[in-house]
């Protein structure tokens, strides 16, 4: 049981560079999200999407772009990283709602670095 | 939009409860109030949730207050694998199936040998 995986776990980029991060969740979610989390900071929403071919802002989406085309599958792309955005990225999915209520499951992260 | 406050750190003694306190005081009568914790460089793990009833499970007990105002997370006899950031959030609901969390800092909790 894979639950949700993220590729890759560590990168370094230059500034200006672009790259994907990719998230795969196997246990049928609708709900998946991607967040950051930066030193002596919780956790911040990026984007997020309540199932295929739909998807929405959070709390800091500038310089990131997203897609849902599978129920499986939520990449997050950078455009052309700046160093503001080195962080640790996760993703995170979950039934939506379903009866009031739907616990969360996190990736272990995928740790970038730009230069 | 409910946001909840907790201490940034505390110790416990290894085998003793940990009691970890949380406010949440514009709680909606329909949110949740959970629990996860995050051990250094992990992804966050999910602990216990619950509405207005106590609620306990292999990990933790959960007390919410009879207003819904504030809980407290238990773990009943720590150990030192318990060291992580604990977060206290609520579970929002906007427009449907529509859902934005919302992290605080949460508190460290640091077990002490």
């Known amino acids: 049981n894979a639950g949700v995986t993220q590729t890759p776990k560590f990168q370094v980029l230059k500034t200006g560079q672009s790259m994907t991060l990719q998230c795969a969740q196997d246990m049928n979610h609708e709900y998946m999200s991607w967040y950051r989390q930066d030193p002596g900071m919780g956790l911040r929403l990026i984007h997020y999407?309540?199932?295929?071919?739909?998807?929405d802002q959070g709390e800091v989406p500038n310089g990131y772009n997203v897609s849902r085309s599978t129920t499986e599958d939520f990449p997050l792309r950078l455009l052309s990283a700046a160093p503001s955005q080195t962080s640790v990225y996760f993703c995170?999915?979950?039934?939506?709602?379903?009866?009031?209520?739907?616990?969360?499951?996190f990736g272990e992260g995928s740790w970038l670095t730009v230069v | 939009d409910a946001k909840t406050t907790q201490p940034p750190s505390m110790d416990c003694a290894e085998g003793r409860a940990a009691n970890l306190p949380c406010n949440h005081s514009t709680i909606s009568g329909n949110e949740y109030v959970y629990w996860y914790r995050q051990i250094h460089s992990q992804g966050p793990q999910y602990i216990i949730h619950?509405?207005?009833?106590?609620e306990t499970n292999e990990m933790a007990s959960l007390i919410i207050t009879e207003d819904r105002k504030s809980s407290t997370l238990i773990l009943p006899h720590a150990t030192l694998r318990d060291t992580a950031v604990y977060y206290c959030?609520?579970?929002?609901?906007?427009?449907?199936?529509?859902?934005?969390?919302?992290w605080g800092l949460g508190t460290s909790l640091a077990v002490n040998p």
């Open positions: 999407s309540v199932g295929a071919g739909i998807t």
């Open positions: 619950g509405l207005k009833n106590n």
């Open positions: 995170a999915s979950s039934y939506s709602y379903r009866g009031g209520e739907s616990t969360i499951y």
């Open positions: 959030i609520v579970r929002l609901l906007l427009g449907g199936n529509n859902r934005k969390l919302i």
